[in-house]
């Protein structure tokens, strides 16, 4: 497993529950910090429950819904109730979160190495197969690779497997602040900052928010000067004033909708960033970093229990469209919606109309953020079901 972040360390905690030897390397020692908006959805909460993590110790924020700004107006969208889903989501800053998930799945039994670089993949001379890796500490021989090592990837690319040029690739900037807003229970989000972007305001419960902007498409200017902007237009009440930042601004790149395929080469999975799963819709990528390494957990188990190397080889190229099933509608979806709102009109009149019609607004909410239920009767539900089946795994 390279890579110790969210995804890998989930992978490695499922795999090491299912029996298996697992090996977690990390070229970083934990704790340690990591860009993001530190804002968890239900879909996110889902896949952190199943793992056994205990979200009702202390450290734990929740929050209830979504709040959305434009045009002077706001509107609270809470999470849908009585779905597959938690009806709330959590804040945890990745300074905690990914030291939680690591040292969950060494409790799982997985074995962990931090400090270790991965330098390449190890290769069988005959086939070309990826039988393990070196590290600049040695190597190390595995029957699979699991690449977690995020949006660069450098296993990956070492492998020939490069961002593909036909998805979106957005860039995020945020900075930590002291503010009365801390204790927020919405995740409040700006819609009118910039075309296919948003800014956010998202309270950690600890004197401090997290406070950022997201360009779904990195083409549309300079995160930074955009947040600097943004932020002088803020009440000054909400202290979030340079004399208030806990830290600097710092940014992050976000791959989406599957920017980088085959998800599988023979030898190698790809899970989460390293496979550009990130929602085009709203950059989200924890939940589907956790997502992909619980299909990806899955395949493998099911392939290791085949007697022979083929019908193993056969099992493992079904990952890739696993992961289309689950996630190729929602993905597609997703980025249709940011294609559109690239347009400055179309993203005025969307976020107008949006706040101004609250129903229109949630269903908007939950279809494009993936939190619909398919097991559900509701409207909702029904409609986001027909909408993924009409539209083609990317």
């Not at 793992?51 to 110790?57: A, E, F, K, Q, S």
């Not at 706001?74 to 009585?82: A, Y």
């Not at 290791?304 to 190729?328: D, F, I, K, N, W």
């Not at 347009?343 to 619909?372: D, Y």
Request: aromatic content about 6%; hydrophobic content about 40%.
């Amino acid at each position: 497993m390279v890579g110790a972040g969210p995804a890998g360390s989930a992978t490695a905690c499922h795999l090491a529950r299912a029996g298996l030897d697992v090996l977690l390397l990390d070229k970083a020692a934990f704790p340690r910090d990591k860009v993001c908006g530190d804002g968890l959805t239900p879909r996110a909460v889902r896949e952190l429950i199943t793992l056994g993590v205990d979200v009702d110790r202390p450290g734990w924020t929740r929050n209830r819904g979504v709040r959305l700004v434009a045009a002077g107006r706001s509107l609270d969208v809470p999470w849908p109730d009585g779905t597959a889903f938690p009806c709330f989501g959590l804040q945890r800053t990745r300074h905690d979160l990914d030291e939680i998930l690591v040292r969950h799945a060494v409790a799982g039994g997985a074995v962990l190495r931090e400090r270790t670089k991965v330098t390449g993949p190890l290769l069988d001379d005959r086939t070309g197969r990826v039988v393990g890796v070196a590290t600049d500490g040695g190597v190390h021989e595995a029957r699979l690779v699991v690449a977690a090592d995020g949006a660069s990837s450098r296993l990956a690319v070492s492998l020939g497997l490069h961002p593909r040029r036909d998805r979106p690739v957005g860039v995020a900037v945020r900075r930590y602040f002291r503010s009365p807003r801390h204790d927020d229970a919405m995740l409040e989000c700006h819609l009118d900052v910039v075309p296919a972007g948003y800014g956010w305001v998202f309270g950690m419960g600890d004197g401090t928010c997290n406070v950022g902007v997201a360009l779904l498409n990195r083409a549309h200017g300079d995160p930074r000067h955009l947040m600097r902007s943004w932020l002088e237009t803020l009440p000054p009440a909400w202290g979030l004033t340079c004399d208030n930042a806990t830290g600097p601004a710092r940014g992050a790149a976000i791959p989406m909708g599957f920017a980088r395929r085959p998800h599988y080469y023979p030898g190698l999975l790809l899970v989460g960033d390293s496979g550009g799963m990130a929602n085009p819709m709203n950059g989200e990528g924890i939940a589907y970093a956790l997502g992909s390494a619980r299909v990806a957990a899955d395949v493998i188990v099911q392939a290791l229990a085949r007697p022979t190397p083929s019908q193993r080889e056969r099992v493992l190229y079904t990952y890739p469209q696993a992961l289309r099933s689950t996630l190729g509608g929602p993905f597609t979806l997703g980025r249709w919606f940011v294609n559109a709102i690239e347009h400055p009109w179309i993203m005025r009149l969307a976020a107008r109309q949006g706040i101004a019609h609250p129903p229109l607004m949630r269903a908007a909410i939950h279809i494009l953020g993936n939190l619909t239920d398919p097991t559900s009767p509701a409207l909702i539900d029904r409609l986001a079901q027909t909408l993924t089946r009409l539209t083609p795994a990317p």
